[in-house]
């Protein structure tokens, strides 16, 4: 029972975040997000430091900052060399408004 009400509640929150920043991501949430799930293969952070696998975020910021339809394609269709992320709607607006808040060096 109250494992229900956490859960409703959790539900109310997301449903409520959702509303008040429709198309806007979140960057923090998306900085976050790609430290946890990106940072593997790719530099997240302008400190430089990690794998270089595959493009730095600063880099693809610079390509592709100004262009959200390209990063949302990208990140929705599978790539043989990059595993397929299953990111929901939600977690690819923050990823995209956490890329949109790198400077565009
Ligand atoms: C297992 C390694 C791996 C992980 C984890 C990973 N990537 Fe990648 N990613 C790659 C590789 C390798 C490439 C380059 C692929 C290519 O150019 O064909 C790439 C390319 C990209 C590109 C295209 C860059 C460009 O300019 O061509 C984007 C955007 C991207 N990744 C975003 C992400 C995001 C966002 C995450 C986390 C949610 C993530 N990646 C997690 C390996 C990874």
């Not at 910021?61 to 043989?80: C, F, Q, Y």
Request: net charge neutral; hydrophobic share 45%; with cysteine.
């Amino acid at each position: 029972m109250k494992a229900r009400m956490t859960i409703a509640a959790a539900a109310c929150a997301v449903l409520a975040g959702a509303a008040g920043a429709q198309a806007a991501g979140d960057a923090a949430a998306g900085h976050a997000l790609a430290r946890q799930w990106c940072s593997g293969c790719h530099v997240v952070d302008n400190s430089g430091q990690g794998p270089d696998t595959a493009p730095p975020f600063a880099a693809i910021a610079k390509s592709h900052g100004n262009d959200r339809g390209w990063v949302r394609a990208w990140l929705a269709a599978p790539h043989p060399s990059m595993p397929s992320l299953n990111l929901t709607r939600q977690q690819t607006d923050d990823v995209i408004a956490y890329l949109e808040s790198l400077p565009l060096r």
